[in-house]
C-alpha cells in the first residue's frame, strides 16, 4: 500500500486530521487499534474551543453540533458559599460549545466515507520505519496478516499510550511530566444538569465539577485519592459526595439518577518535544497530556490538526518545506500556555495532600482576587475560550 500520510490512530486528533486532508485532495489512509464502538464508549472531552467548533463548520460537519450542542457564555468558580461567575461572553465577546468528544467522534466516523477517508480498524502490533528517511512506512498485523504502508509522512495521533512518540530517538526527544496526586471519578447520567452553566468547586472535601451533555444528559466529577476504585463508588455515595462539595444551592437542584458510565481517570501535564522529527509529526494526546480542570486536552488535539494540516498541505502542494519545519515550534506555543492555564486552575480548584494552612489561604486569596477584579476575570476567560490560533 501506499499513500501520502499515514495516520495512527482514529481519535479526534486522526479524525479530524484525516478528514481535513482528504478536504484538500491529499491521499491518506489511518490506521486504528481499536473498534468505533470502542472508541465512542470512552467518554471524555465536554467543552469546546471556537478552534474545534470552527474545524467542524469548515468540514460542513457542524450541523449535529449545532443542532444539539450548547452555546455557554460563562461558568463558575465555587469555593464554600460563594460562587464567582466568569462572564466569558462579556470579557472575550466568545462562546463556548457544550457537546461531548463522544459525538465529535461519532459525526467525524459517519463522514469520513464521503470524504474518502480510509479507516484500517482493529489493528494490531503498530510500528513506525525510517522516520527520518523521506520514505517512511508504518506495518501492522490484522486478522493473521502482516500490512505495510508507505507514505511521504506519518502523524502520530495515537495518545499517551500509543508507539508514535516512542519511534523519536531518546537522544531526539525530551519530555517533561507532572503526575498530580489525585485522579478524577466522573459519572455520566440521563438527569436534567443542576445548573444551567458549569461549576467547579473547590469545598473542604475536595473539588468537584458540575458538567452536562446536553439539557438532559449530566457529567459530573469529583476527585479521589489515587488509591480508590471505581467499584468502591456506588452511584448514591456518589451523588452524596457530589452534593456536599457543589454546596447546598446546586444540591438542592441536582437529579439523580442511574449512571451510564462512571470512571476514574488519572491527572497528570505532560509534554514531549519536539513535535516533529524527520517524516513524523505527532498531535494531540501523542505529544501532551493536561488535567482535564482546564477543559483544553481535546482542544489542544484541533490546534495541532490545524497548524499540522496546513503545513502537510503546503509541503505536499507547492514543496513549501518551511511549515513542516517550523510545525512544532508552532504547536508547542500554544500546548504550553494551555499546559499554564490547565495546571494553574488545577492548583486553585484542588486540595493536594501536601498542602497546609498557608497553601489554602493562598487558594482563597485568589479567589477573592478574581472575585474582586475584572483584570483576573478576563485573563481566566480568555485562557477558558482558548488562546489565538
Ligand atoms: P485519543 O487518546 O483520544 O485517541 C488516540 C487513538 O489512538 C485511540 O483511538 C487509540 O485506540 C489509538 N491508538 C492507541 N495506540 C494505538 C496503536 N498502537 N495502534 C493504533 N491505534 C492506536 N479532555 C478534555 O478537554 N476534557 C475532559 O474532560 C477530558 N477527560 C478525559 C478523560 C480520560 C480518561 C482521558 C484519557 C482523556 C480525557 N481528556 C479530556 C483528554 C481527551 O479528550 C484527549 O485530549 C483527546 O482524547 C485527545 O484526542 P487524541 O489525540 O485523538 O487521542
Ligand atoms: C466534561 O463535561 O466532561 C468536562 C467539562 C469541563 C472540564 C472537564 C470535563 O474542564
Known sequence: ???????????????????????????????????????????????????????????????????????????????????????IEALTGKQVMVYGQTEITRDLMAAAPSFGLEIIYGVQDVALHDIESDAPSVTWSKDGTEQRIDAQFVVGCDGF????????PDAVGRSLEKVYPFGWLGILADVPPCNHELIYANHERGFAL???????????????????RVEDWSDDR???????????????????????????APLRSFVSEPMRHGRLLLCGDAAHIVPPTGAK??????????????????????????????????????????????????????????????ERRMQVAELDYIASSEAARQAIAENYVGLPI
Open 1 to 87: 500500500m501506499r499513500t501520502q500520510v499515514a495516520i495512527v490512530g482514529a481519535g479526534p486528533s486522526g479524525l479530524l486530521l484525516g478528514s481535513l486532508l482528504r478536504a484538500e485532495g491529499i491521499e491518506c489512509v489511518v490506521i486504528e487499534r481499536q473498534t468505533p464502538d470502542h472508541i465512542l464508549s470512552r467518554i471524555r472531552a465536554g467543552v469546546l474551543e471556537q478552534i474545534t467548533v470552527q474545524l467542524m463548520e469548515r468540514l460542513g460537519i457542524d450541523g449535529r453540533m449545532k443542532a444539539e450542542g450548547l452555546p455557554h457564555g460563562g461558568f463558575n468558580l465555587a469555593d464554600g458559599e460563594r460562587l464567582i461567575r466568569i462572564d
Open 297 to 358: 486536552g481535546l482542544n489542544l488535539a484541533a490546534s495541532d490538526v490545524h497548524y499540522a494540516s496546513q503545513a502537510l498541505v503546503a509541503h505536499l502542494r507547492t514543496n513549501d518545506t518551511d511549515a513542516i519545519a517550523g510545525y512544532s515550534d508552532k504547536a508547542l506555543a500554544r500546548v504550553w500556555k494551555a499546559e499554564r492555564f490547565s495546571w494553574s486552575l488545577t492548583r486553585l480548584m484542588h486540595r493536594f495532600p501536601e498542602d497546609g494552612a498557608f
Open 210 to 228: 458540575a458538567s452536562m451533555r446536553s439539557s438532559t444528559r449530566s457529567r459530573y466529577y469529583i476527585d479521589v485519592p489515587l488509591t480508590e
Open 238 to 264: 456518589l451523588w452524596d459526595e457530589l452534593e456536599i462539595r457543589l454546596g447546598p444551592q446546586a444540591a438542592a437542584s441536582m437529579t439523580r439518577g442511574p449512571s451510564l458510565e462512571k470512571s476514574i
Open 161 to 168: 499510550h500509543g508507539p508514535s512518540r516512542r519511534a523519536i
